[in-house]
């Protein structure tokens, strides 16, 4: 039997792979439309923030709304992050689109974020 660390991590990289297709696809539209890679970033995040919440929630089963803002503290420091490392991959002559998929893998990191500080269990759960 797989331990239920490993099935919520296995669903988390199944959930994170639909909301990077979705948010990288938005991205990339941007992109070929000539909007700036830091604001193409920033929309492409925003937008997929609420669709991001409902499949992770669904992972860590709790859909509870009060999680929410700590959800977006986690995504709010990753934007930066992503943001911070678009632009050192661009200085170091990669175009956006490449760039963007090369910073992706650290996205990875919000499972740990999203374990630990949003989806944590409350005491009331674990008693």
Do not use: H, K
């Not at 937008?47 to 509870?64: I, K, M, P, Y």
């Amino acid at each position: 039997m797989v331990p239920a660390v490993d099935r919520r991590f296995i669903g988390f990289l199944l959930a994170g792979g639909i909301n990077t297709l979705f948010g990288y696809s938005i991205y990339s539209a941007q992109i070929l439309m000539g909007i700036a890679p830091s604001v193409a970033v920033t929309v492409s995040t925003i937008a997929g923030v609420l669709f991001n919440f409902l499949t992770t929630s669904a992972v860590f089963c709790s859909r509870d709304l009060r999680r929410l803002p700590r959800f977006l503290i986690v995504y709010g420091c990753m934007l930066s992050l992503n943001i911070l490392l678009l632009e050192i991959a661009m200085r170091a002559g990669l175009g956006p689109l490449l760039a963007q998929a090369i910073v992706l893998p650290i996205f990875t990191l919000t499972f740990l974020a999203m374990r630990r500080f949003v989806f944590a269990a409350s005491p009331e759960q674990t008693s």
